[in-house]
């Protein structure tokens, strides 16, 4: 059994994945791991032997602080689908020498889907092997889509900055006496639970935005508009919320009704531009002023207001993940497993990577209200607690202080 | 001389407009104003006598304390712009009849370079007929553009925003072992105080944006080419912040080279498309992967993360307009006067609003060396004083508090 442990972060940052990298580390530490490695760029730098000691770059309480604070990935990321290993087991083969090179023992991968994809795979061919080399896998992803969680660490960070922000928008877009609508892009390929946390906003002392569009429901492109034409009969500005993924009946995303997409270099479409076709719909059919505002990249790195709870719960899931592999568990994925929602208690879970890997988790239809554009009081009660408390910033300069890998 | 006291605001929001609206509030009511009157939508609404009573909804501690915290305009806000009084003294006529009414003896308007226009217009014209109301502006605009004030309130957060969530989006654009390029569009039509500020990022934790390209320096596309694919060569990924006005030396703005550019209700060009064109330059020339931000008008409105120096310069601005006005002063504008940089020490001064209005101040040479597209440091003693230290927000159910007129 090796004595070390390594650990990597893959796919899309979030404003909390170090947090649970600074979980499984400390928690390595603490059970005995002699040295704690961290994997530059995931299983794609492993490939090629790219890892730093993190035993050392994190020694200092200070350094574990900052990490803690710091939004996407210290160790760097990648998009690395490990192919079937009956059919290419070369890089494993590869993987499992530097494995055994290092005396690794303990391997765990912080990441959404594809990163739950990489776990099992690993643990699937570590059993065919007769590797005892353990593999766990640590739930992140601002998109919530994860099975068998009730939630991802980074969902609720990044639903907190989209309920800051449309609340912000909202006095912003409001302050002229006269007929405008801003429709808010919010990202989410499949599911829309990040455009369904616009819905936070709304308050005593917020009107929220007025509609929401997922793209669990087929987009109908005149219903929509008639639909904006009612609302902005009674309320002359509005502020409107859509997924990016948004897409007709006929499976056409909203975007690319529009201009013609361009594709990323993992042949995803690049969906940006679905709120400035709508708005270009909008002032053209109601004659009001509009203004597209893309959320972008921004809501996933917003470590500045980040949710603590969040921040907690990603350490924790991180730190539950090293005490499971410390106890002998492998082929297993930390989940949180919501208690109640008010008081709001959460512990952590493990699930067989064989049932999480590769679903798809969507928005309910008893969190969404598809003809008026509204979430149901169902998903305040689910969301809410995600969002509460704040993370005491390190302040340096003006500006919150970050743990940089150099 | 009229007992009571009206405010407005005007032009577009900040994070901190309302600290001024409390400012202005606060020492009317300690100097004895009788009642303190709002103007819904500034000037535009005053001259269809829509006051609210600021005395009533600010009673209470609570409510100023949220009014400091509250993006936008709490009154609403305007464009507009009144004729040369000689030519068309109809809406002075209204105007003034209103004031009389209400028993107005001290008018404040809080805003950019347009509103102090419409404090010189009023205070000539009351000196041309005898009135003996008296005229303060209070200055307002994150552009940072107005003359013989050291800063605008509402810079400093929209700095402090900026430099937070391009240090965010560098961490976010460089995890990814691939060559790629953000462009992040900044505001700032004619003078790039905004885009400047993205250089706060840059520290012993963070790389900072790899070229900053200001609307004070005529863009050159092949020189800017050029440059990324230099700077890429050393660094794979980067982060390019660009002013929303950046311009060619024949005055054509970049946003202009991609789409034809709409026209807002005010006659202002749309000039959002800037970073979505200089990514499809860049992708096409260097043959690497881009992503265009726009901070939109998120950096405008961005309470959460306000400047607490700049909140408390807001309320002081808006306190000593008030104070100057009760002693007998009219036809100026409240300046910020530096004493001195570090230890950063401001006072607040009056200038002849004739002094102030309908001019723009540009970012100095001395400030920006245009040839490598970075700040110098005279740049950064003269902003990171402005974006020191946070407010502590009211969090309610995750979110900040704000303040509503209803």
């Not at 699937?124 to 601002?142: E, H, L, Q």
Request: hydrophobic share 40%.
């Amino acid at each position: 059994m090796g004595a070390n442990a390594i650990v990597g972060q893959s796919g899309g940052p979030t404003a909390v994945i170090n947090a649970s990298l600074a979980g499984v580390f400390s928690v390595c530490r603490a059970s005995g791991a002699k040295t704690v490695y961290g994997m530059c760029h995931g299983v794609q730098g492993l490939l090629k032997e790219e890892l730093v000691n993190l035993s050392e770059k994190l020694a200092s309480p200070l350094a574990l602080e900052l990490l803690r604070r710091t939004p996407a990935t210290y160790l760097g990321s990648c998009r690395y689908k490990l192919p079937d290993y009956r059919q290419n087991p070369e890089p494993y083969e590869t993987l499992f020498s530097v494995l055994k090179k290092y005396d690794i023992g303990y391997f765990f991968y912080i990441g959404g889907n594809d990163s739950m994809d990489t776990i099992l795979k690993l643990s699937d061919y570590a059993a065919a092997t007769s590797s005892d080399v353990r593999f766990i896998g640590v739930p992140k992803t601002i998109d919530n889509d994860l099975m068998l969680t009730d939630h991802t660490p980074g969902y609720g960070s990044a639903a907190k900055y989209i309920g800051v922000t449309v609340k912000e928008l909202v006095r912003d877009s409001t302050i002229y006496d006269l007929k405008s609508i801003t429709v808010v892009e919010i990202m989410g390929r499949n599911a829309g639970w990040l455009a369904a946390a616009a819905a936070l906003a709304e308050g005593e002392d917020c009107e929220g935005p007025a509609m929401i569009c997922l793209p669990e429901t087929p987009f109908d492109t005149e219903r929509f508009v008639e639909q904006a034409a009612r609302l902005q009969s009674k309320t002359p500005s509005l502020v409107i919320a859509v997924s990016e993924g948004v897409r007709t009946a006929d499976g056409c995303y909203v975007a690319e009704l529009g201009d013609s997409l361009s594709t990323d270099p993992f042949g995803h479409k690049n969906l940006t531009g679905t709120a400035r076709y709508l708005c270009g719909l909008l002032g053209e059919r109601l004659h009001t002023k509009t203004r597209a505002v893309e959320l972008s990249t921004l809501q996933r790195c917003a470590a500045h207001i980040a949710s603590q709870t969040d921040v907690q719960e990603a350490y924790q899931a991180g730190g539950a993940a090293a005490k499971a592999a410390f106890e002998g568990c492998t082929g297993m994925m930390v989940g949180l497993t919501r208690l109640s929602d008010d008081p709001y208690l959460c512990v952590t879970e493990l699930h067989d990577i064989h049932h999480v890997a590769n679903f798809e988790k969507m928005v309910p239809q008893d969190y969404f209200d598809a003809d008026n554009g509204r979430m149901k009081p169902a998903f305040l009660d689910y969301a809410l607690p995600l969002i509460q408390s704040e993370v005491t910033q390190t302040m340096v300069r003006g500006l919150p202080q970050h743990l940089r890998l150099t």
